[in-house]
């Protein structure tokens, strides 16, 4: 099991290069960060020593991407399908641009809905923005697929070609819930996904933070750490039955 801190919420107290760093030496395996400069079209010295704090720490640098689907029915609510798949690839190629001295492999990329109670009734389905996704340069994309108003688009990965080396993380137990799903669900769930894609490509995450924002709580810690356990207890079971 790895443990991700997204550096824009905790440890702020350190200047931004040194939060790498830090983060590995409290114990964590990978670092998220929401967009770290401050403007959108960072200077390349700006940029490059920031991945280097990230390479240097030895971390998988996480990229959080809602944007990418959250924001369809918020920030771009107005569009029409067609004119916002057609903003999120300029936001993949500015990523992409932003990104492209990192390796692959050293990068995963989150997208979600927003880990709310909500309704999620508009949210844009996977099936209309996963070609999009795919070309983010990060080796391993992380997406919701526990919660019930995602938990049945494993299919959409039928119908998609998983690009060669890329990498699967659905979420597999959900960010909003104080339920513990029982550890057999957490294996159902991963042997669907690795049944389609190949368990090769498949790592079993969570929907999404479960501290997306200071101070809220939605899942009691005691519970988060119950929940940590079944996903590992449910992704051990999963490897016995696929491999
Ligand atoms: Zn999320």
Known sequence: MTYTVNCSILLTELPLLERPAAAKAAGFDA??????????????????????????????????????????HMV????????FRKVITTHVEALNHAVRDIPP???RMHICWASTQGPHHKDVPLKDIVDIVLKGRPQAVSFPGANPRHGHEWKVW???KLPDGKIIIPGVIDSTSNFVEHPELVADRLVQYARVVGPENVIGGVDCGFGTFAGRLQVDSKIVW????SLAEGAQLASRELW
């Open 226 to 229: 119950m929940k940590l356990a």
């Open 105 to 107: 492999e050293r990068m």
């Open 158 to 160: 039928k119908d998609v």
């Open 76 to 83: 771009f609510a107005h569009l029409s399908l067609e004119d």
């Open 31 to 72: 670092v998220e960060f929401w967009w770290p400069f401050a403007s959108s079209v960072p200077a390349d010295a700006e940029v490059t020593a920031f991945e280097r704090a990230i390479t240097d720490a030895g971390f998988i640098l996480q990229l959080d991407c809602p944007d990418l689907a959250l924001s369809r």
